[in-house]
């Protein structure tokens, strides 16, 4: 199944199962229904895992200057690490509440800016989600086992079986 | 200014010819590349220029002397001997050659059983008079008092750029009506970031001095003694914008704390826009992309980024790019995808592949 966010599509062909997570047109399947939590765009079911995916497009040829403007703020001050952290928190505990949490859990964040930037974020963005490094020893399980910022270019070399393309440019 | 060098048969190098940017050069590259030989390579060159500000009628073999000991004294070459610097397994003679602005030149070769270099070209030479500088990797603020002079007597096991940098620190300062206005921000700037000034003493004495103390120079962080560099140079006239020849150096990261490098950065644009070359090596992604960054077309910066690597056959080349998007290959860039592929398959087996 494509799924697509903007200009932005990733091909999950090979998974279970593939959903807009965020869908909040009611006549849309899996509508999401509650605007007061933060979502991530796709939830994709593998035979070992599930995979929460969010899409961020600063470097889109349609980005206006207002936006980046805003992007490159929340990028600085942490903001934006905090942004993706609460998406997955708050999805996390939807698909809890739909009882649909059986597995691994990994949360790939897509976000175009370049590749030197992105361990980083990756990290700070795991800081933010609990146990935020922290060994908790009443803990069985842990809410995800890798969070991980790509761009395009690093997303396609580590996971070829789920190709993204940039629709503008075909 | 210098415009052009080219390097044959000489220490690491087969044949390397490069185009310096009048503002600002970044050479990148992985280790072995010889970003540094080719650093003092230029350096080296740019050395007669004090020879004939002092002695106008220098002669062939003063000038011949001179380049030797200085190319000996820079790359210190296995028994001192200048042979040893000969590109291994070439045949031909090693040589080098630097045009400066004005049509300035000054070739030179030498065999590996050479003693000394033969100038073979040295057209306008005598007019090159603007002398460079050479910031080593290491802070020298820790260690030089008494360094020079130590250096004179004993064979230590620094270079000469170690030496160069601390006359260079050690002069009087410029009149304060001939500070250039970019070189008196910069160390505003400077003294701002650290919460003081280093203070120069003479004899390689130097302390830090702030509103209401003064301390030893080696108290403070290592990174400030770096930038404290800069701003004694700026301080002496030593870099002087317009004046003064290339900026070399080497690594400016080392030991500088990240937070640093912005203000380093900005300073280094600013100096070159009003004609201050620079030419810099680095390993640093956040050095490399402040000056994506930062770099201003409408301010009138230019930023040209030289990538040293090594082709299919081990012989080194260079790619000269102005955009930092069209670094290839990009060491730099390359080491933070082996991060992310290392933590894919570490967090996530062969999920995707």
């Known amino acids: 199944?494509?799924?697509?966010?903007?200009?932005?599509?990733?091909?999950?062909?090979?998974?279970?199962?593939?959903?807009?997570?965020?869908?909040?047109?009611?006549?849309?399947?899996?509508?999401?229904?509650?605007?007061?939590?933060?979502?991530?765009?796709?939830?994709?079911?593998?035979?070992?895992?599930?995979?929460?995916?969010?899409?961020?497009?600063?470097?889109?040829?349609?980005?206006?200057?207002?936006?980046?403007?805003?992007?490159?703020?929340?990028?600085?001050?942490?903001?934006?690490?905090?942004?993706?952290?609460?998406?997955?928190?708050?999805?996390?505990?939807?698909?809890?509440?739909?009882?649909?949490?059986?597995?691994t859990v990994h949360y790939l964040i897509l976000v175009t800016l370049d590749s030197g930037v992105l361990p980083n974020l990756s990290d700070e963005v795991a800081k933010k989600i609990s146990p935020a490094g922290k060994s908790c020893t009443r803990w069985q399980r842990h809410p995800v086992q890798n969070c991980q910022a790509f761009n395009i270019e690093t997303w396609n070399q580590n996971f070829p079986k789920w190709p993204v393309t940039r629709l503008a440019s075909l | 200014m210098i415009e052009h060098l080219k390097l044959r048969n000489f220490t690491a190098f087969n044949d390397l010819s490069i185009d310096f940017s009048p503002r600002v050069n970044v050479i990148v590259g992985e280790n072995g590349t010889g970003k540094t030989q080719l650093l003092k390579a230029a350096y080296g060159l740019c050395a007669g220029a004090p020879l004939f500000k002092n002695k106008p009628d220098t002669s062939d073999e003063e000038l011949t002397t001179k380049l030797t000991d200085k190319l000996l004294r820079l790359f210190m070459p296995l028994d001192d001997r200048l042979g040893r610097m000969h590109h291994q397994g070439s045949s031909d003679q090693a040589y080098l050659h630097a045009r400066f602005a004005h049509d300035q030149k000054i070739a030179a070769t030498f065999f590996n059983n050479s003693k000394s270099l033969v100038i073979q070209d040295r057209s306008n030479y005598e007019n090159y008079q603007s002398e460079a500088v050479f910031m080593p990797t290491k802070e020298v603020l820790s260690f030089m008092k008494g360094f020079t002079s130590l250096y004179e007597r004993y064979g230590l096991s620094f270079d000469q750029t170690y030496q160069d940098i601390c006359l260079l620190l050690d002069l009087p300062e410029v009149r304060p009506e001939t500070l250039h206005e970019r070189s008196k921000w910069a160390m505003d700037e400077i003294a701002g970031v650290c919460g003081g000034r280093f203070v120069f003493y003479g004899g390689g004495k130097v302390t830090f001095k702030t509103e209401n103390a003064e301390y030893s120079a080696n108290a403070m962080a290592e990174g400030f003694r770096k930038v404290g560099m800069l701003s004694r140079l700026l301080e002496t006239g030593a870099i002087q914008p317009g004046v003064s020849g290339p900026l070399f150096w080497d690594e400016p990261e080392s030991n500088l704390n990240p937070k640093l490098m912005k203000l380093l950065v900005q300073i280094l644009l600013e100096?070159?826009?009003?004609?201050?070359?620079?030419?810099?090596?680095?390993?640093?992604?956040?050095?490399?992309?402040?000056?994506?960054?930062?770099?201003?077309?409408?301010?009138?910066?230019?930023?040209?980024?030289?990538?040293?690597?090594?082709?299919?056959?081990?012989?080194?080349?260079?790619?000269?790019?102005?955009?930092?998007?069209?670094?290839?290959?990009?060491?730099?860039?390359d080491t933070f995808n082996d991060l992310t592929k290392e933590q894919v398959n570490k967090m996530m087996g062969g999920l995707g592949q």
């Open chain 1, 1 to 103: 199944m494509k799924l697509r966010e903007r200009d932005i599509e990733i091909d999950f062909t090979s998974a279970i199962d593939a959903l807009v997570f965020d869908q909040m047109k009611r006549n849309q399947p899996n509508y999401h229904g509650i605007g007061e939590m933060c979502r991530v765009d796709f939830v994709v079911e593998l035979d070992t895992a599930i995979i929460f995916v969010e899409v961020k497009d600063p470097s889109s040829p349609k980005a206006r200057t207002e936006g980046l403007t805003k992007f490159q703020q929340d990028l600085n001050d942490g903001t934006l690490s905090a942004k993706f952290a609460a998406k997955f928190v708050d999805s996390f505990f939807y698909r809890w509440a739909e009882d649909k949490l059986s597995k």
């Open chain 2, 271 to 333: 100096l070159s826009r009003k004609d201050q070359q620079v030419i810099l090596t680095t390993h640093d992604y956040v050095l490399l992309k402040w000056f994506d960054m930062l770099m201003d077309k409408g301010k009138e910066h230019h930023v040209r980024y030289h990538v040293l690597y090594r082709d299919e056959n081990r012989k080194i080349k260079v790619d000269s790019v102005e955009d930092y998007r069209a670094i290839s290959p990009n060491a730099i860039a």
